[in-house]
């Protein structure tokens, strides 16, 4: 059973989801153009550590940290001079599912957190999705 929790902190949002798939699946649909523009958006491309990426709903920033099958952390700008906030991606097994949690840091004191949690949240939908 798939289950999903939202948490919001301030200055941080965290959206946790358990897929019915196993890591390695998981990780192979992250690493395909359809699975990387899930969770960026429309244009993102997951790269290696110091490589950028563009979503063409004006989201961009640059991979901070990409280790296989475990994490990725990536700056995010909401658009053209907004601040740098950090997305950390983490991938975990959970038996024979896989537990995805987005954590979205160093956020402004004026970000809209709700707005956020349903942002990563759906991101999730959509990861599930690819993934099945």
Same mark, same amino acid.
């Given at each position: ?6 948490? &919001? ?34 244009? *993102?491309?997951?790269? *290696?550590?110091?490589? =950028? ?7 961009? *920033?640059? &991979? ?31 038996? =024979?599912? &896989? ?29 599930? &999705?690819?993934?099945?």
């Amino acid at each position: 059973m798939d289950t999903m929790e939202v948490a &919001t902190e301030p200055r941080s949002v965290k959206v946790t989801r358990v897929v019915a798939s196993p890591l390695e699946n998981v990780w192979e649909v992250l690493m395909k153009p359809h699975g990387a523009e899930a969770l960026l958006g429309e244009g *993102g491309e997951l790269g *290696g550590k110091g490589e =950028d990426w563009h979503a063409q709903d004006g989201t961009y *920033g640059v &991979t901070r940290s990409f280790h296989p099958r475990e994490q990725i952390r990536f700056s995010w700008h909401a658009s053209d001079g907004a601040p740098r906030t950090l997305v950390d991606v983490h991938i975990r097994p959970d038996g =024979d599912r &896989t537990e995805l949690e987005i954590v979205h840091e160093h956020l402004p004191e004026d970000a809209d957190t709700s707005a956020l949690s349903a942002h990563w949240a759906e991101a999730l939908d959509r990861i599930e &999705t690819a993934v099945s």
